[in-house]
């Protein structure tokens, strides 16, 4: 390997650069290749990159076996072999229960809980390659809304009327779910998001906005380790594990004017790396949408509640927007967002105490 190494320093040609990359690769690429030729092969890798994901505090020795599985996964989940496909009621009852399976952030209740998600008024798709044909890879639901929804509890309503589709002015995703851990680090979600708008304003020519109601699962998590040295956040931590605090009118108000602030500031300013410190935010304002509205008790459920207080927030996608937005991002990490969102995070006690020591300094 040295002397090839050697050979392109001396001479950068074309050949002695594939004969490098020859002289790199790892055999075990090779041994991999062989077995995702055989029957059920894919699966079996798919399966093995997983466990080998769970080792890694065991055996940081295995980040290049995990390395040439991800290359070689990467390529073999690429959009060119993905299959979108609509789930609905017919679809086979072994695909419907993987979906109660996988789900991960709305659970589905049962199978009357998956029937509501897939009538009328709703939506799912998912990507299925060839290799896996009952394994979803990742799966969108839709709810089809007059208006933007602010709250997640009215979609998932058991009993809740069925609406009728045509007069849907709004597309809310509400849930997106990657099912296989040993694809973690494939991107499928921007292409799935991207595909169903455009398959949807295809279908319903009334639809004008596209918009998620997500989550914010690092929000309380941020506030816990912003409380130290912070009395006014150390309280309003200990507020919020009341029980049902959200339920006195009075509690909630002034919580609300808090926790709406200090939100908007997280989604904005504390960054992972160069990047937003929120996982869901890094990958919305990664495709291109933009941020648009918090929603105050979006989720009230036990979940919501302990990840993010209960806000939920909405991103936009405006196809004719979204290469401008990602190439913002992208290049100058630039996120896109109601000005709406500035004036509130100006306006929170993490920015007002930083605007303070400032002061002083």
Same mark, same amino acid.
């Given at each position: 390997?040295?002397?090839?190494?050697?050979?392109?320093?001396?001479?950068?040609?074309?050949?002695?650069?594939?004969?490098?990359?020859?002289?790199?690769?790892?055999?075990?690429?090779?041994?991999?290749?062989?077995?995702?030729?055989?029957?059920?092969?894919?699966?079996?890798?798919?399966?093995?990159?997983?466990?080998?994901?769970?080792?890694?505090?065991?055996?940081?020795?295995?980040?290049?076996?995990?390395?040439?599985?991800?290359?070689?996964?990467?390529?073999?989940?690429?959009?060119?072999?993905?299959?979108?496909?609509?789930?609905?009621?017919?679809?086979?009852?072994?695909?419907?229960?993987?979906?109660?399976?996988?789900?991960?952030?709305?659970?589905?209740?049962?199978?009357?809980?998956?029937?509501?998600?897939?009538?009328?008024?709703?939506?799912?798709?998912?990507?299925?390659?060839?290799?896996?044909?009952?394994?979803?890879?990742?799966?969108?639901?839709?709810?089809?809304?007059?208006?933007?929804?602010?709250?997640?509890?009215?979609?998932?309503?058991?009993?809740?009327?069925?609406?009728?589709?045509?007069?849907?002015?709004?597309?809310?995703?509400?849930?997106?779910?990657?099912?296989?851990?040993?694809? @973690?680090?494939?991107?499928?979600?921007? *292409?799935?998001? /991207? =595909?169903? &708008? $455009?398959? !949807?304003?295809?279908?319903? #020519?009334?639809?004008?906005?596209?918009?998620?109601?997500?989550?914010?699962?690092?929000?309380?998590?941020?506030?816990?380790?912003?409380?130290?040295?912070?009395?006014?956040?150390?309280?309003?931590?200990?507020?919020?594990?009341?029980?049902?605090?959200?339920?006195?009118?009075?509690?909630?108000?002034?919580?609300?004017?808090?926790?709406? @602030?200090?939100?908007?500031?997280?989604? *904005?300013?504390? /960054? =992972?790396? &160069? $990047?937003? !410190?929120?996982?869901?935010? #890094?990958?919305?304002?990664?495709?291109?949408?933009?941020?648009?509205?918090?929603?105050?008790?979006?989720?009230?459920?036990?979940?919501?509640?302990?990840?993010?207080?209960?806000?939920?927030?909405?991103?936009?996608?405006?196809?004719?927007?979204?290469?401008?937005?990602?190439?913002?991002?992208?290049?100058?990490?630039?996120?896109?967002?109601?000005?709406?969102?500035?004036?509130?995070?100006?306006?929170?006690?993490? &920015?007002?105490?930083?605007?303070?020591?400032?002061?002083?300094?």
């Amino acid at each position: 390997m040295g002397r090839v190494a050697d050979a392109y320093r001396r001479d950068p040609s074309q050949v002695n650069l594939v004969r490098l990359q020859r002289a790199v690769e790892p055999p075990r690429q090779e041994l991999f290749r062989r077995l995702n030729t055989a029957a059920g092969g894919t699966g079996v890798l798919v399966e093995m990159r997983r466990r080998l994901l769970k080792t890694f505090a065991e055996r940081p020795h295995y980040a290049g076996i995990d390395a040439d599985l991800a290359h070689l996964l990467g390529s073999w989940f690429n959009r060119g072999f993905l299959v979108l496909q609509r789930i609905d009621w017919r679809t086979p009852a072994l695909v419907l229960e993987k979906l109660i399976q996988y789900e991960a952030v709305h659970a589905i209740q049962g199978w009357p809980d998956l029937r509501r998600r897939l009538q009328a008024d709703r939506r799912c798709y998912a990507f299925f390659h060839p290799a896996l044909p009952e394994e979803p890879i990742i799966f969108i639901e839709v709810a089809l809304t007059r208006g933007m929804s602010a709250r997640v509890q009215p979609l998932l309503e058991l009993d809740s009327p069925v609406a009728d589709p045509a007069s849907a002015n709004c597309a809310i995703f509400y849930s997106i779910t990657n099912c296989q851990e040993g694809l @973690r680090g494939v991107s499928f979600g921007n *292409l799935l998001i /991207k =595909q169903v &708008a $455009e398959d !949807l304003g295809r279908e319903f #020519r009334r639809l004008k906005t596209f918009a998620t109601l997500s989550p914010i699962p690092g929000f309380r998590k941020w506030l816990a380790a912003m409380a130290g040295g912070r009395p006014q956040l150390a309280e309003l931590l200990a507020r919020l594990e009341a029980p049902r605090w959200f339920e006195d009118r009075a509690v909630a108000k002034e919580m609300q004017r808090q926790l709406v @602030r200090l939100c908007a500031y997280y989604l *904005l300013h504390p /960054k =992972q790396g &160069a $990047e937003p !410190l929120d996982p869901v935010a #890094r990958f919305h304002l990664g495709n291109g949408a933009r941020l648009e509205k918090l929603n105050w008790l979006g989720d009230t459920s036990v979940i919501g509640m302990r990840r993010s207080a209960g806000l939920m927030v909405n991103y936009v996608y405006r196809l004719e927007d979204l290469e401008r937005n990602h190439e913002a991002y992208a290049k100058d990490r630039r996120i896109v967002a109601s000005r709406r969102f500035e004036v509130l995070a100006r306006d929170s006690l993490v &920015a007002r105490g930083e605007s303070a020591a400032a002061a002083l300094a």
